[in-house]
């Protein structure tokens, strides 16, 4: 069976610094993972995801999340924070090949302080 | 090129009276489903569509719970009667077909009392 596990409910960062937000997974097969975002009233949008091949992902919006087999690890960043970032983020995964019923974590809320 | 609509945005009701949720994929998108999102919690899904037909029903509460697909285009998802424990968004995405990015509407939020 498939799970996420999304480590800090809330994450506040200024304006202008590194974001970081943990994602770890169980998978039983190669897994396909994605983070998702969501902005307050609003459904969920895709911004990047990992199926196979290259594990250094990049997404909209200037974030990137790299693909770690052996600490079962999929972090996402932005090397730069914007005011506009601030929002829900939840981290999913699928067990690959053959389902793609979307498990996902509890999110992150992130806060942008000027 | 349209999202996913969803309707109504807001529902508020009380206990134990019956509700419906409207959703029109994206044109062309024969795979659909509904989530549960509940306060603080991640989506959860109750039900996927691949064009009129159930792929994964597992997670769906059936003693009060429907939703159906006809014609393999809009769906609808029923709750009666309503729990104060359904109070939740409910989500519907779309997607073009099986293992393909999933498209989400802005969700409908019920409040039950």
């Known amino acids: 069976a498939q799970s996420v596990t999304q480590l800090g409910s809330h994450v506040s960062v200024s304006e202008g610094a590194l974001v970081l937000l943990r994602c770890n997974y169980s998978?039983?097969?190669?897994?396909?993972l994605f983070w998702y975002v969501q902005y307050p009233n609003q459904g969920l949008q895709l911004l990047l995801k990992y199926t196979t091949g290259a594990t250094l992902v990049k997404g909209i919006n200037g974030f990137e999340a790299e693909f770690k087999k052996s600490e079962t690890s999929f972090h996402l960043t932005k090397p730069s924070a914007h005011m506009s970032d601030a929002a829900e983020y939840f981290c999913?995964?699928?067990?690959?090949?053959?389902?793609?019923?979307?498990?996902f974590g509890t999110g992150t809320r992130l806060q942008v302080f000027p | 090129e349209a999202g996913v609509a969803q309707s109504p945005r807001y529902k508020i009701i009380e206990k134990r009276q019956s509700v419906a949720f409207w959703c029109n994929p994206i044109s062309g998108h024969a795979t659909l489903y509904w989530y549960q999102q509940i306060l603080g919690q991640g989506p959860k899904l109750l039900i996927q569509?691949?064009?009129?037909?159930?792929?994964?029903d597992s997670q769906l509460p059936k003693d009060r719970f429907s939703a159906e697909r006809l014609k393999g285009v809009d769906s609808t998802l029923k709750i009666q009667p309503a729990k104060l424990e359904d109070s939740a968004v409910y989500l519907c995405a779309s997607s073009p077909t099986r293992n393909t990015e999933a498209f989400f509407g802005q969700g409908t939020r019920l409040t039950v009392v």
């Open positions: 998978s039983s097969v190669p897994p396909y």
């Open positions: 999913a995964v699928t067990g690959g090949i053959g389902t793609d019923k979307l498990i």
């Open positions: 569509f691949q064009n009129n037909g159930v792929v994964d």
